[in-house]
């Protein structure tokens, strides 16, 4: 069965400064899609970045980028000049054609100024 | 475009009683998502719909379940209610054409069960 491991409870970052959140999974299919979500304390799930598996450069997004590593099975998410607004769960997620998505147990992210 | 709504966004109830969730996915939206949130469980998937029939079902008991009308708003459903239920209750919708679409997500309901 697929997994998805995020290794880290908790991360701290000062403001301005580039924080790396982890996240491993393991899975036997070749075609999927990783993602990362975040939960402000409002509860709303909001999409961060998505990345498809058979593309080879890393997704990027404003301040948001991951380093892919396939073969590792290994989604980083690395967030650059952080924000107060950042603050929030970060849940890394995966899914394949076939199956539902499937979360982390996520990281708590605190900014501070 | 508006985004996907749930409602009610706070429910109270007691042990035995019935709830029922709704949410209204992004128009044109047509799979629609449910997820259980609890701090000791994390984020479950319940089930899935697409097009009024369930296209996928996570490992919950036959307490809970769901369904989805023809314009694609769904309503979960969860019979005789147990503490253990007290939870975030997320929705979330895509185009649902193809499964590993990007899903969006309401802001949840709280349900609280005593």
């Known amino acids: 069965a697929q997994t998805v491991t995020q290794s880290q409870p908790e991360m701290s970052v000062q403001e301005a400064e580039t924080v790396t959140l982890s996240c491993t999974y393991d899975?036997?299919?070749?075609?999927?899609?990783l993602f990362w979500y975040k939960q402000p304390p409002s509860r709303q799930m909001i999409l961060v970045i998505r990345q498809e598996a058979y593309k080879q450069q890393n997704a990027t997004e404003n301040r948001f980028s991951v380093n892919f590593q396939k073969a590792a099975k290994s989604f980083s998410l690395k967030i650059s000049d952080s924000q107060l607004g950042d603050a929030a769960m970060y849940f890394c997620?995966?899914?394949?054609?076939?199956?539902?998505?499937?979360f982390g147990t996520g990281t708590r992210l605190q900014v501070f100024p | 475009k508006a985004g996907v709504t749930q409602t009610p966004r706070y429910l109270i109830k007691t042990r035995g009683q019935q709830v029922t969730l709704s949410c209204s996915p992004i128009?044109?939206?047509?799979?629609v998502s449910w997820y259980q949130q609890t701090p000791g469980q994390g984020l479950q998937f319940l089930f899935e719909?697409?097009?009024?029939?369930?296209?996928n079902k996570g490992n919950f008991p036959g307490r809970f379940s769901g369904r989805q009308f023809s314009n694609s708003r769904s309503e979960m459903n969860v019979s005789t209610l147990e503490l253990g239920d007290s939870a975030l209750y997320l929705c979330?919708?895509?185009?649902?054409?193809?499964?590993?679409?990007?899903?969006?997500f309401g802001p949840g309901t709280r349900l609280l069960v005593l």
């Open positions: 128009s044109g939206h047509r799979s």
């Open positions: 899975t036997s299919e070749s075609d999927y899609y």
């Open positions: 997620a995966y899914r394949s054609n076939t199956d539902k998505l499937i």
């Open positions: 719909y697409f097009s009024e029939t369930q296209r």
């Open positions: 979330a919708s895509s185009f649902g054409t193809s499964g590993v679409e990007t899903q969006y």
